[in-house]
C-alpha cells in the first residue's frame, strides 16, 4: 500500500517565479502520460530558468543577517533569531568572526533558554573558531555562570523523561526492529509487517536511522541538512555553500562523502528546483552512485535489470550493515503509479536532470545516449520511490506559517500499511522512524499505523489517498455503525478513566509514570474498542507520545552537547 504522495502539484512559496510559470505550463502543455523526455526537452528548452548563478559567502551579507539576529533576540523572538544566526554562519567567509561571533549570540540564546549544555557548547565553538579577545572577557562570564548552574543541578536532563528506544527483545539481524515481526503479502495491499508473536501497548518495535533525509527549504537553517535532526537549532554550516548544516561533523562528513559533494556547487539551482521535498528523488541517485563508486556503467546495469523487481529488507543482515545491499532493495521497490501526480513527478524529475548535468563530475561520466537516458529515468523512479515510501514530519516555524516538511526514507519502516484504526503510532522525528504500540497487538495480526487522521481525530480535514482504505474503520457505513462495533464502559473503567484524568493533570506525577499509566488504562480496557472515551484517550496518547519522543532526543541532544565539551 501506498502512502499519501508528498510532491504536490505547484511549487512551494520559496521558488521563483519563472520556475513557477515553467512548471505550471509543463502540467497543462504536456499529457501525464508522455515520455519524460517530452518534459526534459522543455525544461532544457527554458535553460536560463534553471540555470542560475549560485549564492556564494559574503561577510557583507553574514553581517547584515547577525544584526537582523541580533534585533529578534532583544525582541526575545529566539527561534526566529536562531535562524538569521544560522544563516549568517553559512553566510561567513572561511575565517570570517562573523561565525564566531554567532555561536556566541546563539550561546545568549541557549542561556535564556536555561539550555546550558548548548550554551557551553556554542561558547566552546566560538573560542575554536577565533572569536575576538577583545569581546572574550563577556564569554568567560557566561561560560562561568553555566558551569556553577549544571554544577547545582539546573540542567533540564534531571527531570525524569521516558526512554523512546526500543524496550522489547530485538531481531538479531534487524537490530533495530523488535524480534517477532515478519514481513508478508497480502492480496489487497502487496507488502505489510505481521506480528509473529503479542506485543502490549507502549512497546516500541522499531527505532529504524532513516537511510536519507531531506529538509524543506524553509528549515535549511533549521534542521540537519543530513539527518534533519532539529537539536534545538544548534548546527554547524557547509565550509563550501551557503544553504547546508548539520547537527555534528559526524553528519557533515557522512553527508560531504555520500551526496552533498555533488550537491554542493549546485545548491541555489538545486534550490531554486524544489518542491517541498521533490530532492529526495536525485538525493537517492546521487547515494546510489556514491554507493557504486561512482561507476555509471556498473549501477546502469544492476538498477536496468532490477527496476521493479521486488525488494524485501528482510533478507538483508542489518548487523553486518551494507549500505549498497539496502540501495538494491530500495531500488527493487514495486510502485504504483499514480496518475493523478504523474505529471508532476515526471516535472520535478526533469528539472532535477537539467541541475545535475551541470555538475562537471556527473556530465564527465554521461558518455552516451542510454547514460543520459539512465540518468533521467532513474530521476523519475527515485522520485517515486521517495514521494511514495518516504515519512513525512510537519514543522511550524510560527504560529502563521502553514507548516514546512521534513522526509526521511526507510528500509523496513516503509513496508507498514494504513488504517484509520491504527495499532502502532509511527512517529519520525530526529532522523529516525519510531513504531510504538497504540494498543496490543496478537500473534498473526497486521502492524499498521494511520498515514493521516485517525477514525477519532475528528476534527481533522479529510486525507485522499492513492489507495481506497479498506479498514474497519472505512467499511462501516457511518461513525455510529463503527462505535456500535464495540462496547460501552463498565463503571470500573469509566472510575480508571476519571483516575487517569487526574494523575494526567497532576503536577506530582512525572512524564514516566503518566504515560506509563496511559498505556496501563488501555491494555487493561482495550476491550471496550472502539468507545468514546477510550477513543479520547487514545487521542492523547498519541500526542504524549509526540511530546516524550521530542523530550527524549532533547536528552539525548545535551548529553552530546556536555560530551563534546568535556571531551
Not at 312 to 322: K, S, V
Amino acid at each position: 500500500m501506498d502512502k499519501p504522495p508528498s510532491p504536490k502539484t505547484t511549487a512551494g512559496g520559496h521558488v521563483p517565479p519563472d520556475v513557477d510559470i515553467l512548471l505550471s505550463s509543463m502540467l497543462s502543455e504536456i499529457a501525464s502520460d508522455a515520455d519524460i523526455e517530452v518534459y526534459r526537452d522543455m525544461v532544457l528548452a527554458n535553460g536560463e530558468v534553471v540555470d542560475v548563478s549560485e549564492v556564494t559567502k559574503s561577510d557583507t551579507k553574514a553581517e547584515q543577517l547577525r544584526k537582523a539576529g541580533n534585533r529578534l533576540y532583544h525582541a526575545r523572538k529566539y527561534k526566529a533569531a536562531l535562524g538569521k544566526y544560522n544563516e549568517a554562519m553559512c553566510c561567513a567567509e572561511s575565517g570570517s568572526e562573523h561565525l564566531a561571533i554567532c555561536y556566541a549570540n546563539r550561546s545568549a540564546i541557549y542561556y535564556e533558554q536555561e539550555e546550558y549544555e548548548l550554551a557551553l557548547l556554542n561558547m566552546a565553538l566560538a573560542k575554536e573558531r577565533n572569536y575576538p579577545a577583545k569581546i572574550l572577557d563577556k564569554l568567560d562570564v557566561r561560560e562561568q555562570s553555566c558551569r556553577k548552574k549544571l554544577e547545582q543541578g539546573q540542567s533540564k536532563n534531571i527531570v525524569l523523561c521516558p526512554r523512546m528506544g526500543i524496550n522489547v527483545e530485538v531481531n538479531p539481524r534487524v537490530p533495530f526492529l523488535a524480534k517477532g515481526i515478519a514481513m508478508r503479502q497480502y492480496p489487497w495491499c502487496n507488502r505489510g509487517l505481521e506480528a509473529e508473536r503479542d506485543f502490549r501497548t507502549g512497546d516500541v518495535i522499531l527505532d529504524e536511522k532513516a537511510v536519507l533525509s531531506i529538509v524543506d527549504v524553509p528549515l535549511k537553517y533549521y534542521n540537519c541538512s543530513h539527518c534533519s535532526a532539529e537539536n534545538q537549532h544548534s548546527l554547524i554550516p557547509c565550509p563550501d555553500c551557503v544553504f547546508a548544516m548539520y547537527c555534528s561533523e559526524a553528519c557533515l562528513e557522512r553527508d560531504k562523502r555520500l551526496v552533498h559533494r555533488f550537491e554542493c556547487g549546485l545548491t541555489t539551482k538545486l534550490r531554486n528546483v524544489s518542491m517541498y521535498t521533490s530532492n529526495m528523488g536525485p538525493k537517492l541517485f546521487l547515494y546510489g552512485l556514491t554507493l557504486f563508486n561512482d561507476d555509471l556503467d556498473q549501477m546502469m546495469e544492476y538498477c536496468e535489470q532490477s527496476v521493479n523487481a521486488g525488494g524485501d529488507p528482510f533478507t538483508l543482515d542489518y548487523g553486518e550493515y551494507d549500505p549498497l545491499a539496502e540501495f538494491k532493495e530500495l531500488h527493487k521497490t514495486v510502485l504504483n503509479t499514480n496518475t493523478e501526480i504523474e505529471g508532476s513527478l515526471k516535472a520535478c524529475a526533469a528539472l532535477s536532470y537539467a541541475v545535475l548535468i551541470k555538475n562537471l563530475a556527473i556530465n564527465s561520466t554521461l558518455t552516451t545516449k542510454s547514460h543520459h537516458r539512465f540518468l533521467l529515468n532513474s530521476l523519475l523512479h527515485y522520485t517515486r520511490v521517495a514521494c511514495f515510501l518516504m515519512w513525512n514530519s510537519h514543522v511550524n516555524l510560527s504560529t502563521t506559517s502553514t507548516g514546512h516538511v521534513l522526509s526521511g526514507l526507510t528500509s523496513v519502516g516503509s513496508l507498514i500499511n494504513h488504517s484509520c484504526d491504527p495499532n502502532v503510532a509511527a512517529i519520525y522525528m530526529g532522523g529516525r522512524l519510531k513504531f510504538i504500540l497504540l494498543r496490543p497487538i496478537r500473534a498473526g495480526e497486521q502492524i499498521l499505523t494511520a498515514y493521516g487522521p485517525t477514525w477519532y481525530d475528528r476534527n481533522h480535514p479529510p486525507v485522499t489517498y492513492s489507495f481506497v482504505c479498506a479498514c474497519p474503520f472505512c467499511v462501516q457505513p457511518s461513525m455510529q455503525h463503527w462505535l456500535a462495533t464495540g462496547r460501552e464502559l463498565s463503571l470500573g473503567a469509566e472510575r480508571n478513566a476519571d483516575m487517569l484524568l487526574a494523575i494526567l493533570q497532576d503536577e506530582a506525577f512525572n512524564d514516566v509514570d503518566k504515560l506509563h499509566a496511559i498505556q496501563q488504562y488501555i491494555q487493561r480496557h482495550i476491550r471496550f474498542h472502539p468507545e468514546d472515551t477510550l477513543s479520547r484517550i487514545m487521542t492523547t496518547y498519541r500526542l504524549y507520545l509526540l511530546e516524550m519522543v521530542k523530550k527524549d532526543i532533547e536528552r539525548m541532544g545535551r548529553e552530546a552537547a556536555v560530551a563534546r565539551v568535556f571531551e
